[in-house]
């Protein structure tokens, strides 16, 4: 894994880099107030700006998504692995798009705008969580936990958009959400430099 991962960040570094810097925020959050839709910030953290919704963003009622993976062959989604979503540690993955509680996400808003908590369907008392027990860096694991709200920075995402999918950015430390080459079914999700890799492309849709 850790060989192919080194494999892929030399071929990305081909296609446009995209510099993304993490930022200590002060976070209010609301469970009960998901977004009605996703927003966007730019690639600049110390300069956010709103964009417009990418036109693929079927906006209709609530803030609850797939999250896709917009270039994979075989229509794979980010999953929580059903067997594990119940204890902390859980682990995150790929899978055939399917339609059940372990692909849906709620994007619950903060005061940050372009900054989110996610949360899986199938267990909403659980976060999107970047492994943070050696500091981040490339292929820290993503993995579901206890929400733990405000403060706990490796619970929150920034939405950056891309010209045709979005980069779900950890604010950690502003590495993405990466799939493996193949977007295999079971392959673990990890973090990794941002370096406009196909597989760091995610398109949330709304159910």
Not at 83 to 92: A, F, L, Q, V, Y
Not at 161 to 167: E, H, K, M, P, T
């Amino acid at each position: 894994m850790r060989f192919t991962r080194q494999l892929r960040r030399r071929a990305a570094l081909m296609v446009a880099a995209v510099t993304v810097a993490a930022v200590p925020v002060g976070i209010a959050v609301g469970h009960a107030n998901a977004a009605p839709f996703p927003r966007f910030v730019s690639v600049r953290m110390d300069d956010v700006r709103v964009n417009q919704p990418i036109t693929q963003i079927n906006l209709r009622d609530g803030g609850d998504y797939n999250v896709t993976a917009n270039f994979s062959p075989n229509n794979s989604c980010l999953d929580a692995d059903s067997d594990t979503i119940g204890r902390n540690g859980g682990k995150m993955q790929t899978w055939t798009c399917n339609g059940t509680g372990f692909q849906k996400w709620a994007f619950d808003s903060t005061d940050v705008t372009g900054l989110y908590e996610i949360r899986p369907w199938a267990n909403l008392n659980r976060c999107l969580d970047a492994d943070n027990r050696f500091g981040g860096g490339n292929d820290t694991i993503v993995q579901v936990w206890d929400c733990h709200g405000a403060g706990q920075r490796n619970q929150f995402w920034w939405l950056v958009n891309n010209d045709d999918a979005l980069f779900l950015v950890s604010n950690l430390d502003g590495r993405c959400i990466l799939a493996g080459d193949t977007w295999a079914r079971g392959d673990t999700v990890v973090l990794w430099d941002c370096l406009g890799q196909p597989q760091s492309k995610w398109l949330p849709v709304t159910f």
